[in-house]
């Protein structure tokens, strides 16, 4: 099966025939959140306190002392941010291991041909009718995910893989024929054209 090409996702066809999907727009990791961009603002900032310090050091002790601190600098401000995402992303996942989150969020799955599985939950594939895009907005935030759905037509939600919205055709498309449903590429367009998504 050919896997198109993502932009923040990630799909993985392991040597024993599973195949894993991440949608990573529900990212744990600090440098990943928002599609990168807290990661771009946490290295700028350690950027800048190491020019800051080696501007500094420089004024009284010369370039190759100012280099030196404001290495140090910079590495230990990124030494401590990777500290602080490691203790948060682990203490976030404990959270959502002990709910049932990972029941209705497939953000990081396998799928062996036969059966999904989520964390500690299982779904069997054969329930799958269709995948269909799908937008939930807030005051403050917009989340696109694939809806993994079974029955007829709308149907119920089995689970839905977040995203980031420039994959949100892909991702719709890849599950479809991951999943051998049928793939309704006129819907796809008009969720693309609703929401001002370019289509690839």
């Known amino acids: 099966m050919n896997i198109p090409e993502f932009h923040l996702a ?3 066809e392991m040597h024993n025939g599973v195949v894993r999907v991440k ?3 529900n990212s744990l990791n600090l440098f990943r959140m928002e599609g990168g961009f807290v990661g771009e603002v946490l290295a700028g900032f350690c950027v800048i306190a190491g020019v800051f310090f080696s501007v500094m050091e420089y004024r ?3 370039l190759f002392e ?3 601190v404001g290495l ?3 590495l230990f401000f990124l030494a401590f941010l990777v500290l ?3 203790l948060f992303s682990g203490f976030m996942t404990l959270l959502r291991n002990l709910g049932n989150y990972y029941q209705k969020y497939w953000d990081d799955f396998t799928f062996d041909g036969a059966t999904v599985k989520s964390k500690k ?3 069997d594939a054969s329930k799958i009718t269709f995948v269909r895009p799908r937008v939930d907005k807030s005051e403050d935030d917009i989340e696109f995910s694939a809806s993994v759905r079974s029955g007829p037509k709308g149907g119920r939600e089995l689970g839905r893989v977040v995203v980031v919205y420039i994959d949100i055709a892909n991702m719709v498309e890849y599950l479809s024929s991951l999943f051998g449903v049928p793939f309704d590429e006129e819907e796809l367009e008009k969720f693309l054209r609703k929401e001002g998504i370019a289509p690839e």
């Open 60 to 62: 009284e002790n010369g």
């Open 23 to 25: 949608g990573n727009a």
């Open 84 to 86: 602080i995402s490691g």
């Open 10 to 12: 990630k799909v993985k």
């Open 121 to 123: 939950f299982q779904i």
């Open 72 to 74: 140090g600098v910079f």
């Open 66 to 68: 100012s280099v030196k």
